[in-house]
Structures are given as C-alpha cells and as structure tokens.
C-alpha cells in the first residue's frame, strides 16, 4: 500500500519563528489533508490541498503531486500551535495519515 | 452545517467486558464513515470503514467490529476487551472526493 512519510518527526520552536513541514507519499493521491491535532486529542482540519498552494492566515502550504509531496509553512508560531501535525492522502475512499510531526512552540 | 458527535468522551473498562461506542452525523446524507485508533504517542490506525448502511470494510483484524444501522450512524463494538484495545478512538466522516472530519474522540483505558 501507499507509503507516507513526514519529517521531521519533532521539532522545538521558540515563539515568533517560522517552520516548515514536510509530508512525502510513495504513489499518486487523490487528495491531500493536513490536520493539527490539538493537546486535547481534537483534529482540526487546517488544508485540503491535492494541488497547489493555499493560504490561511499564518499558515500555508503547497501540494507537488507530480512530485510525491506537500509542504505546510507556519510563520510567527504561537504556543497554541505546539501540537502534532498530519499529512493524510486519500487513496480509494481512504485516508493514509503519516506518523506525525511533533511541533512545540516555547513561550 | 455538519457536526459529528462522539460518546462517550471518556471510559474505563475492565478487561474482558463488551464495550459500545457511538459516533452520529448531522447535516449531511450518505457520508463515508471511519473509525481510528490512536495509540499514546502514535498515529491513527484505520480500523473500519463505511460507505452505506450495512457496508463495513476491516483494515486490521482484532477483536473489535463496527456496525452501521443507519445513514449517520457508526457504532463500534467489542464482546470482550483487551488490554491492548486501550487508546483514543476517533470517528470521521466524509464524501467521495472531498474533505475527512474527526469527531472529539473517546479516550479508552482497560484495566
């Protein structure tokens, strides 16, 4: 089945910088979620993005699928966005999620 | 708009009892529905999914099944828990083509 891939697997921040995500799929996808999940356990959506790029607010992120990748940016990162971020591609009415980014942001 | 509930949010159960969880959609008509499990520390493992009343697909053979009785209802069941059953369990909802939203989760510990 189709492989995917996120890295780096945590990363530390102090608050104000910016980070960038990546999530690598081993075979073509229908479409491409990126979630953050919250320290209460909650998944948010924050794009749906099988091409392109997109923006909201101080994230974004840009879909290659003709490469196999997908990217998410957060700039000026605030402690509330410490928790983990998901990549999830969907293959046949499937979602694949990858392992997961570990983001905290310290104060 | 579309909500998706989950109950109960929290639940403690001795190893060796039947378990039942519910997840319910709102706003929305024949939906795909799942069901995951999160390990402390790990990431979602799909476990079942559905695309109509009565249509369930396994991902991972274990001892837990699901059922869907209705359109926006999935239930997850198991007639006898495992330790290793503890964990958060999400449900989700989506339609063909488009976006996957999660419930709030219930957060299971077998004793």
Request: contains cysteine; glycine residues 8%; charged residues 10%.
């Amino acid at each position: 089945g189709i492989q995917v891939e996120q890295s780096p697997p945590d990363l530390i921040l102090q608050e104000g910088a910016n980070s960038t995500l990546r999530c690598n799929f081993s075979d073509s996808v229908n479409n491409l979620q990126w979630f953050h999940q919250n320290p209460w356990g909650q998944l948010i959506n924050l794009f749906y993005i099988p091409s392109g790029t997109k923006q909201n607010g101080r994230l974004s992120a840009t879909t290659v699928a003709t490469e196999r990748y997908s990217l998410l940016y957060i700039s000026s990162s605030q402690t509330t966005d410490s928790g983990v971020y998901f990549c999830a591609v969907e293959v046949s009415q499937n979602f694949v999620f990858g392992p997961g980014t570990r983001l905290s942001v310290l104060p | 708009s579309q909500t998706i509930h989950q109950w109960p949010a929290t639940l403690v159960q001795p190893v060796g009892s039947p378990l039942s969880l519910e997840c319910t959609v709102e706003g929305t008509s024949n939906p795909n529905l799942y069901w995951y499990r999160q390990a402390a520390g790990r990431g979602l493992q799909l476990l079942f999914y559905s695309v109509g009343i009565g249509q369930i697909s396994s991902e991972v053979p274990q001892n837990l099944s699901a059922s869907r009785p209705q359109d926006r209802q999935f239930i997850l069941s198991s007639k006898k828990l495992l330790l290793s059953d503890s964990g958060f369990y999400l449900c989700a909802w989506s339609v063909w083509g488009g976006q996957e939203f999660f419930g709030p989760g219930t957060r299971l510990t077998v004793l």
